[in-house]
């Protein structure tokens, strides 16, 4: 699978909806993303 680029706004919904208490599965599934790369973004 090719690498794509993640827009600026996904990754600030991501640390948004993890600072509300949302596991990281749950917020990959509403973004649409694996949550391999959810935990990438809320680490850095």
């Not at 993890?18 to 809320?42: A, N």
């Amino acid at each position: 699978m090719a690498r794509r680029n993640i827009p600026m706004n996904e990754v600030v919904e991501v640390l948004y909806q993890w600072h509300k208490g949302r596991k990281i599965s749950e917020i990959g599934q509403s973004l649409g993303m694996d949550r391999k790369t959810v935990r990438k973004h809320i680490v850095l």
